[in-house]
């Protein structure tokens, strides 16, 4: 669905990088937030109860569940056992732990809904592209093409037999978790802290967002959606409790050459920079999911990805175009409402439907 607000065209998103309505007073039970950098992204944990000992503790359990996954997918920890998968490629197979043996084969899964478009073996990628503002030419084509010669998730093979075994066919080749593992940080950490009876929070992994529950004023969890000429207005709320949100953007990070404007997504089939999009915002139960959905769809394009998605059971998307014009999935709909922020401005509702 094309929207009718052109204007409107990035999100704000909730807390690090992220904006949450502003809260007029600060009732029990109380949010309780701590920042920091995990994973090399800012993370943040919000937890909102009236037992400070509760929420710190869960706050600190959260944070050392992501670091314990940090040491297992982290391929630059020459210890972990994600380094020694890639240290054995094209030599042997790797018996791993159960839990990352079912993240890579959920990577593999969304490899193959997506047609390549994500790839857990992109870690194996020359990087010839800058993004840093170096770059003054576009690389030759048969180099991009042999950047890409090592990436192919159909050669990350598994096998269970006296454990979980995992094996890269090529000399070369290597897996890393770039595109997938905040989002599954994310989930775990929620689970982590909801364990421990936290009913209300959220945590920002570096931009991918889950969150559950109420906000401490008891209203529901929102992203804001923004006219980029002032990102610091919010024209459009959605309500986004209990469910993750993930952008996938090339507003920050891109190269112009030769008057055109290329993204510093890869897309990792071809080895060129993915071109029609700004951002892609995937909104769904699970972090890890839209995670992964964001890279490939912005990769996809507006096309193939909104097709995607409009199949996928309980996945939403928001796409921004690069001429500035936004596209929603089947049930993201704005609705106009009455009320008007401070100055007389009329604001938008945003909403996910219901398939019937």
Request: hydrophobic share 45%; glycine share 10%.
């Amino acid at each position: 669905m094309k929207g009718n607000l052109r204007h409107i065209i990035l999100l704000l998103l909730i807390l690090a990088g992220h904006s949450a309505r502003p809260q007029m007073e600060s009732p029990s039970p109380k949010a309780h937030t701590k920042s920091l950098i995990l994973m090399g992204s800012a993370f943040g944990f919000t937890v909102v109860h009236e037992d400070d000992s509760l929420a710190w503790a869960a706050i600190n359990a959260g944070i050392a569940e992501v670091e314990r996954i940090t040491k297992v997918i982290s391929s630059w920890d020459p210890t972990s056992q994600t380094s020694e998968i890639n240290r054995q490629a094209g030599i042997s197979f790797v018996q791993v732990d159960q839990e990352l043996y079912d993240l890579i084969f959920r990577a593999k899964k969304v490899s193959e809904l997506t047609d390549g478009a994500f790839d857990i073996s992109f870690a194996a990628a020359d990087r010839i592209w800058k993004f840093d503002g170096s770059m003054t030419e576009i690389p030759d084509s048969a180099r991009v093409a042999a950047s890409v010669r090592k990436i192919d998730w159909h050669k990350v093979v598994l096998r269970q037999e006296n454990g979980f075994d995992v094996f890269l066919q090529e000399e070369g080749m290597k897996i890393g978790f770039g595109a997938i593992g905040k989002g599954y940080a994310a989930n775990r950490a929620r689970k982590v802290m909801e364990a421990m009876g936290v009913k209300n929070g959220l945590v920002n992994a570096g931009g991918d967002l889950i969150c559950w529950g109420q906000q401490a004023d008891g209203k529901p969890w929102q992203i804001g959606i923004a006219d980029p000429k002032d990102r610091s207005r919010v024209e459009a709320w959605l309500d986004v409790s209990g469910l993750a949100v993930v952008t996938s953007g090339d507003y920050e990070r891109f190269a112009m050459l030769n008057g055109r404007r290329y993204a510093h997504i890869i897309d990792p089939r071809t080895g060129w920079p993915a071109s029609g999009l700004q951002s892609v915002t995937v909104i769904c139960k699970d972090a890890e999911v839209a995670d992964a959905l964001a890279t490939a769809v912005f990769v996809m394009g507006k096309s193939k990805g909104l097709a995607l998605v409009n199949q996928l059971m309980g996945v939403e998307a928001i796409l921004v175009d690069e001429k500035g014009e936004f596209f929603t999935s089947e049930l993201i709909k704005l609705n106009y409402y009455s009320q008007t922020q401070p100055g007389g401005k009329p604001e938008w509702q945003a909403e996910i439907g219901v398939k019937k």
